[in-house]
């Protein structure tokens, strides 16, 4: 069964006609603008893209069915999207590419496709972007990228022979734990302060803290993470922070030989 999109909702049903064309399949449509950005190289973690995804507006939006894209929409932002290859920001000048939406069998939902303007926030493996540190670890610094994203340094990946851990008063081994900040306190934090008490990275020559007076640390990106919809990021110092000896792998192989 169809429906007739507008913009205020669901105006006239029809039926699907003969049983011969039952027997035809649909073709589904292709939504290139959706699989561009995965493939698209792009020397900005942002982007503004025309794409087209597919939604099932619940039934209560039957009277205004824009209103229910819109609310869809909304309810998108600051998550990962696989189908845009990042996390939505913005979403803007949406409209339906055709004038019909379906209803199928007995589900109630309004399946539409839906067209707009999204902006996203995609950083790609091997990017140079510029955070601040939260926290420093003796196995790994944390650092917030535009006071949002989350991205962490693991020890392997900060050069050792530059860097060395200096702990601070009062910490003790029991911190080298995941060493991670509460919800609460990364937000009393508000991405400025540091805890001290923990310890910092120093420089072996000079003494001076990694991320110099202001914190802000530039880091390669060299791996995504998404859990629970989120997107967070795995950083590099190393110079050449693709090498397998920092790698897992590598570092497996060196603690066997070891042996």
């Given at each position: 069964m169809y429906v007739t999109t507008t913009a205020s909702g669901l105006k006239k049903r029809k039926n699907r006609g003969s049983d011969a064309e039952h027997d035809i399949p649909r073709k589904k449509k292709s939504k290139q603008d959706a699989g561009k950005p995965c493939t698209t190289p792009s020397t900005s973690e942002?982007?503004?893209?025309?794409?087209?995804?597919?939604?099932?507006?619940?039934?209560?939006?039957?009277?205004?069915?824009?209103?229910?894209?819109?609310?869809?929409?909304?309810?998108?932002?600051?998550?990962?999207?696989?189908?845009?290859?990042?996390?939505?920001?913005?979403?803007?000048?949406?409209?339906?590419?055709?004038?019909?939406?379906?209803?199928?069998?007995?589900?109630?939902?309004?399946?539409?496709?839906?067209?707009?303007?999204?902006?996203?926030?995609?950083?790609?493996?091997?990017?140079?972007?510029?955070?601040?540190?939260?926290?420093?670890?003796?196995?790994?610094?944390?650092?917030?990228?535009?006071?949002?994203?989350?991205?962490?340094?693991?020890?392997?990946?900060?050069?050792q022979d530059l860097w060395e851990f200096e702990y601070g008063e009062g910490s003790s081994v029991e911190e080298e734990g995941d060493g991670g900040l509460k919800g609460d306190d990364v937000e009393e934090a508000g991405g400025d302060a540091v805890p001290e008490a923990s310890g910092q990275w120093v420089h072996r020559v000079t003494g001076t803290k990694l991320g110099g007076t202001d914190g802000y640390l530039e880091f390669t990106v060299i791996g995504k993470t998404v859990a629970n919809e989120m997107l967070s990021l795995q950083g590099s110092i190393q110079p050449d922070p693709f090498s397998e000896e920092y790698s897992q792998s590598g570092k497996s192989s060196r603690k066997k030989s070891v042996k």
């Open positions: 942002f982007r503004v893209t025309k794409t087209t995804i597919t939604l099932s507006v619940p039934p209560v939006f039957a009277g205004n069915l824009r209103a229910g894209v819109e609310e869809l929409l909304d309810s998108m932002i600051m998550r990962y999207i696989p189908s845009l290859c990042g996390v939505l920001l913005t979403h803007s000048n949406s409209h339906f590419p055709s004038p019909t939406a379906s209803i199928n069998a007995d589900c109630p939902f309004a399946i539409c496709d839906v067209t707009f303007d999204a902006t996203i926030w995609s950083p790609a493996v091997s990017m140079k972007l510029v955070g601040k540190i939260i926290l420093y670890s003796p196995d790994h610094v944390s650092l917030l990228l535009h006071r949002t994203f989350n991205v962490s340094i693991p020890r392997r990946h900060i050069p």
